[in-house]
Nanobody
Framework: QVQLVESGGGLVQAGGSLRLSCAAS????????MGWFRQAPGKEREFVAA????????RYADSVKGRFTISRDNAENTVYLQMNSLKPEDTAVYYC????????????????????WGQGTQVTVSS
């Protein structure tokens, strides 16, 4: 069982930056593939970024590519999402997700691929 707790959300002006953190419990974090998703009001939850268990492979949604960076610190059981050049359309609740990783080092971009979810953290970008 893995528990995920996000932090770092808040209110920021367009063009600003935030860093989200997701702290994981359990000794198996280093073997888990992790992802960030977001959900705006009235919209479906969508993929933002993913990282494999080693941190050697990452994937991004086209809408955030070049602005957001996902990373992980397995010694600290934490995955991060650095968000730069924020836009009002980035406003959403951001969720951290995790699942056991694969030997192939796969990254996962679908909500249904993940077993564990955090409670979410609100990010609001003002224009």
């Amino acid at each position: 069982q893995v528990q995920l707790v996000e932090s770092g959300g808040g209110l920021v002006q367009a063009g600003g930056s935030l860093r989200l953190s997701c702290a994981a419990s359990g000794r198996t974090f280093s073997s888990y593939a992790m992802g960030w998703f977001r959900q705006a009001p009235g919209k479906e939850r969508e993929f933002v970024a993913a990282i494999n268990w080693s941190g050697g492979s990452t994937r991004y949604a086209d809408s955030v590519k070049g602005r957001f960076t996902i990373s992980r610190d397995n010694a600290e059981n934490t995955v991060y999402l650095q968000m730069n050049s924020l836009k009002p359309e980035d406003t959403a609740v951001y969720y951290c997700a995790g699942r056991p990783g694969s030997k192939a080092g796969t990254t996962y971009i679908y909500t249904g691929s993940y077993e564990y979810w955090g409670q979410g953290t609100q990010v609001t970008v003002s224009s």
